[in-house]
Structures are given as C-alpha cells and as structure tokens.
C-alpha cells in the first residue's frame, strides 16, 4: 500500500475535475458541519476558520498552506487576515488552477503558489510563521519527514495545524483492514498514522504543546455525502476492478465505515516550535 509521488500527482491531475464538479470548486477538504451550518459551502469555510484561529493569524504572518489543492484556504486566509500566503501542491492541475484564482482575488499580492513535495521544499530555513495542512499530509510517506521538514522552515514560536484522518490503532482486524486499504488505495494515498505516532513524531520534530482534537462528529455530514453520491458510480468501479482497468476508487464508499466503525479519526493537530 503505497504510492509514489508521480502517481499522486498523476491522481490529482486526472481526478480534480471530478472533485471541481460533484465537491467544491473551492476546496477538497470535508469541511466543518457546526450548528446551524447549512450547506457544504458553509461546512468548507467553517474549517478555513478554524485553521486561522487555531494559528491565530493575523497580518504580520507568513503562512504555509502544505498541500493547498487549488487553493481555497489559502484565498480565505489572504483576502480575511492580510496575511502572506504560500501554497504548495504536487499538482500541476492544481497549481493552475490556483495561480488564475489568485489572479483574481483582492489579495493577490499576498498569494504565492508552487509546485512542491511538502516533505523537501526549496524554501529557506525560518521562513513561515504558521503552518498547517487540511486532508494532504496523510499523503507523506513517512509523516516524520515532513514534520522534520516543517519544523526546519518554521520561526521559534511558529504554529503548526494538521487536520487529517488517524487510525485509532495499529492493529486492525481483517475486516477493518479491508475498509482500510479500500478507503487510503482509491485517492492514492500512502498509509495513515495512528494518532499516537502522530503525536510521537511530532515530538521527535522537536514540536512542544501539542494536542489533539478529535473533529469526527463534525464531518460526519459530509461523510455522508460522499458515501451517497458515489452509490451512483458503484456499478462502474466494481466492472473497473474486474477489467483491472485504471485506478479502482471505492474511497467515498469505504471511508464511511472508517469513521462509523471507530477505525479511524477526522481530528487536528496543534503544536507550536521549540
């Protein structure tokens, strides 16, 4: 269970179009349902939200957006905190996308996006105040590199947020290995880290005052509708598999059953540098 850079890549360049049309021409992420939130637009700018007051942004700010897809939450934090956003993605669609979205928003000149592995940027030592990552950073091979990498580009002082999905334990049964491997194969990602390795590592990066929110409730809806709109595509993923015909993504079927059967979190990570 384990993809490559090139077919991460290769999976977002082919799939972006689908997540533009059937999620959000914004984000990817699954968004925050708080009380009285009313629609999955709303749900997206609920965590965008989040992520600004977690790390507490303001203008005087140098920020990383560590995966930032086509950019959503970096706009959000520019156009909101006048704040200097970078966004790196793997991506070329993506990368595209963002840079003619920046181009149009009012806080275009605080906005940068690069095409960039998160775990081996070319940015210089100290360089960003805050950092964070929404859904992306489950896609380090080793969540350890890009924590040590992370820490090196980050101020003394310097936040980090990572909302992500973490296994709740390392051993699984068959069955909640199966709902596994179908949820993390289908969108490419490499594995997932268990919530106490998470959390080890971030100390070995040498991160302080960590702590961990656990966020499932709040995507919950969103799950949801993942897992209803792709009952629809169903019929065609399974002939897929038996034609052995592209990338087989029972994803929106399977990660359902992660979050219901307790195998996995939806939670965040907040720790700030030594």
């Known amino acids: 269970m384990s993809s490559s850079n090139a077919e991460i890549s290769r ?78 993605t793997v991506s070329e669609v993506q990368l595209k996308i963002a840079k003619k979205r920046a181009s149009k928003s009012p806080a275009r000149n605080l906005l940068n996006f690069s095409k960039q592995d998160f775990s081996q940027t070319n940015f210089k030592d100290n360089s960003f105040s805050k950092l964070f990552g929404i ?17 090196r580009i980050m101020v003394p002082g310097g936040k980090l947020v990572v909302v992500d999905l973490f296994l709740t334990k390392e051993d699984l049964n068959a069955q909640e290995m199966k709902i596994y491997k179908n949820t ?32 499932t409730s709040y995507i919950k809806r969103s799950s949801h509708k993942l897992y209803y709109r792709a009952l629809v595509t169903y019929p065609l993923q399974i002939l897929k598999s038996r034609l052995r015909v592209g990338r087989v993504n029972f994803t929106p079927i399977y990660q359902r059953a992660l979050f219901d059967r307790k195998v996995a979190y939806y939670g965040a990570f907040t720790a700030t540098k030594s």
């Not at 880290?193 to 966020?215: C, P, R, V, Y």
Request: net charge negative.
């Open 11 to 88: 999976y977002f360049d082919r799939h972006q179009i689908i997540y533009t049309l059937f999620w959000s021409r914004t984000s990817l992420h699954c968004g925050f349902w708080l009380e009285n939130t009313k629609s999955l637009a709303e749900a997206i700018i609920n965590t965008d939200r989040f992520i600004v007051d977690s790390l507490a942004i303001d203008s005087t700010d140098k920020v990383l957006d560590a995966g930032c897809g086509v950019g959503g939450t970096c706009i959000y934090i520019a156009e909101t905190t006048g704040s200097q956003v970078d966004g790196i």
């Open 135 to 151: 859904e992306s950073i489950c896609y380090a091979h080793k969540k350890i590199d890009f924590l040590k990498e992370a820490y």
């Open 184 to 215: 993390i194969e289908g969108c490419a990602v490499p594995n997932l880290s268990t919530k106490d390795d998470f959390q080890w590592s971030l100390e070995q990066a040498g991160f302080n005052s960590i702590a961990f929110h656990d966020m």
